[in-house]
């Protein structure tokens, strides 16, 4: 069946602009979560949803970052007022539930590769 | 606050020989424990995972981990490796709460 998706794969901007990356969950999937991976790093924590609500932040490094979920599937990860050091590869995991148990299981995407010039 | 430590930033190794990847975590109470494995430029992809029950976890493309409590360790373990088996290999943690931590990673380089 299809994973988890994310566009673009690429993104080159400037610092200043404002960008959106986008992730298409697994159909079905409840819970949906965005994390950083700097370069010779692990993925770090950003934010997850369980359904459209955002029921933790807590790795949001600044209010320059924001995401959303409108009807709880899509989801899009928005940075304001970019910076050089916001250049990572975003990566988008979803799970079917998170509820604590064994269906919370993350499934990720491939990532989208933010440049800030 | 949870923490894992990979113990290796990289481990050469020649083809058919066995692979041991160390991972560490920190926790007081009960873990779910994940390996996730990362081929160049593609997204993370979950090898195995440790939730419950049998401590010795088999996983796909023939790796396997042991949970030790006692030792807060996770390593992942392959009897003989392959050159396709070259890409970059997360451990992670998950506690309360849902968000992974992951650690830096390894990158398991196999050599002919």
């Known amino acids: 069946g299809a994973g988890v998706s994310q566009t673009p794969s690429n993104k080159v901007t400037e610092k200043g602009k404002y960008v959106e990356l986008r992730c298409d969950p697994i159909?079905?999937?409840?819970?949906l979560y965005w994390y950083r991976q700097s370069l010779g790093q692990g993925p770090e924590f950003l934010i997850y949803f369980q359904g459209t609500g955002a029921a933790d932040d807590s790795g949001l490094p600044n209010d320059r970052f924001f995401a959303v979920r409108p009807e709880g599937s899509v989801s899009t990860l928005k940075i304001q007022r970019t910076e050089r050091g916001d250049s990572a590869v975003y990566l988008c995991a979803s799970s079917l539930t998170a509820s604590g148990g064994s269906t919370d299981t993350q499934y990720f995407g491939p990532g989208t590769r933010l440049t800030v010039l | 606050a949870q923490s894992v430590t990979q113990l290796d930033s990289q481990v050469p190794v020649f083809e058919e020989a066995p692979v041991e990847l160390r991972c560490n975590y920190s926790s007081s109470v009960s873990v779910y424990l994940f390996w996730y494995v990362q081929y160049p430029n593609q997204g993370l992809q979950l090898l195995l995972k440790?939730?419950?029950?049998?401590?010795l976890v088999k996983g796909i493309n023939g790796f396997e981990a042991e949970f030790n409590k006692s030792q807060t360790s996770f390593h992942l373990r392959k009897p003989s490796v392959h050159i396709s088996d070259t890409a970059e290999y997360f451990c992670?943690?998950?506690?309360?709460?849902?968000?992974?931590?992951f650690g830096a990673g390894t990158i398991l380089r196999v050599k002919s």
């Open positions: 992670a943690v998950r506690r309360y709460g849902n968000k992974l931590v």
């Open positions: 440790y939730l419950s029950g049998s401590t």
């Open positions: 159909s079905g999937h409840t819970a």
